[in-house]
C-alpha cells in the first residue's frame, strides 16, 4: 500500500483519531464494553445468550461503515504488493498472535493504553516493535 504525501493533510489525521477515541470512550462509558475488534468478534464466535445483538450491530456498524461512505465520496483504492500465500500467512500470524496477546492493536493500543492498562502498554510496545523490525528487515536486509 502506498501513501500520496502529498495529499496527506495532518488535519484529517487528528479528526480521524479524534472520532476514533471520542467512539471507544463513549462504548466504554455507556456501555462498560472494550472496542477491541478480536474481543467483539471472539463473542459471536463463542455466543453467551443476550450478548450477540450489540456485537452484531457493532461488525455491521464496521463493515457497513465505507459502504455508506463510499456514497458520498470516492473510497481510496489500496495497492497491496504481496502474493496471496503471503497475505493468508500474514492474516494467520496475526490471529495466532492477538490469541497469545490476549487482543488485537485495536483493543490493547486504543482501548488499553487510554484505561493506563500495563498489559496494553507491554502489548502495544511488542506490536510496534515487532512492526520495526519487520519493515526493516524486508525492506532493508530481504530487499523485498
Known amino acids: ?3 500520496a504525501w502529498n495529499e496527506f493533510t495532518p488535519w484529517s489525521a487528528l479528526a480521524g483519531g479524534m472520532l476514533i477515541g471520542a467512539a471507544v470512550a463513549m462504548f466504554v462509558l455507556l456501555n462498560g464494553r ?11 464466535l463463542r455466543p453467551l445468550r ?11 456498524g464496521l463493515v457497513g ?4 461512505y463510499a456514497l458520498f465520496a470516492r473510497l481510496p483504492l489500496p495497492r497491496i504488493d504481496a502474493q496471496a500465500g503471503a497475505l493468508v500467512a ?4 496475526v490471529g495466532i498472535g492477538t490469541r497469545y496477546g490476549s487482543g488485537c492493536t485495536s ?7 487510554a484505561r493506563l492498562s500495563p498489559r496494553s502498554l507491554v502489548a502495544t ?4 516493535g515487532a ?3 519487520t519493515v526493516f528487515a524486508t525492506r532493508h536486509l530481504f530487499g523485498i
Not at 500474514?90 to 500470524?93: F, R, S
Not at 510496545?125 to 510496534?128: P, Q, V
Open 1 to 3: 500500500m502506498t501513501i
Open 34 to 44: 472494550i472496542a477491541g475488534i478480536s474481543g467483539v468478534m471472539g463473542g459471536l
Open 50 to 60: 443476550g450478548d450477540v445483538g450489540w456485537r452484531a450491530a457493532f461488525v455491521i
Open 65 to 68: 461503515a465505507p459502504a455508506v
Open 90 to 93: 500474514a492474516g494467520l500470524m
Open 107 to 113: 483493543g490493547h493500543g486504543v482501548c488499553g493504553l
Open 125 to 128: 510496545a511488542a506490536f510496534m
Open 131 to 133: 512492526g520495526f523490525v
